[in-house]
């Protein structure tokens, strides 16, 4: 009976310990298809998914820093569960911001869209 209680907790910890540890910032976030802007120009609707075949993204922070818009993303909780997980984002965007970039993981933050100066149209950033 007592070695059927320790397995019990054994696999219990196990899983608690799967679940908290999902959840974190997604480094592998990528665009998926051209983002739209609302007609004010002050919100950014971003359609977004993982590069990886596993996980999905549940939220984001976003910090505005002068012209530049640093975007994190965070993955659902549970391995590799679709549970509260969203594609679409609609974001606050100041009107003076130029660049967006989106957390990349070990290599910090990598430049996503910028206002092409000319057209004042986001564009894709290289």
Do not use: H
């Not at 665009?31 to 990886?52: F, H, N, P, Q, W």
């Not at 002068?66 to 965070?74: M, N």
């Not at 965007?93 to 986001?122: H, I, M, R």
């Amino acid at each position: 009976m007592k070695k059927k209680l320790i397995i019990i907790f054994i696999i219990i910890a196990l899983l608690v310990s799967c679940i908290l540890a999902t959840g974190g910032k997604r480094g592998d976030v990528m665009l998926r298809k051209e983002c739209s802007i609302s007609e004010d120009g002050r919100k950014m609707t971003l359609y977004v998914g993982v590069a990886s075949s596993m996980g999905y993204i549940r939220t984001y922070k976003a910090k505005q820093d002068g012209d530049t818009l640093y975007i994190t993303f965070y993955s659902t909780f549970g391995l590799n569960s679709s549970i509260g997980a969203k594609d679409k984002f609609e974001i606050d965007v100041d009107p003076l911001c130029q660049y967006v970039y989106f957390y990349s993981g070990n290599q910090g933050y990598k430049l996503v869209l910028e206002k092409n100066a000319e057209t004042n149209e986001w564009q894709r950033g290289y």
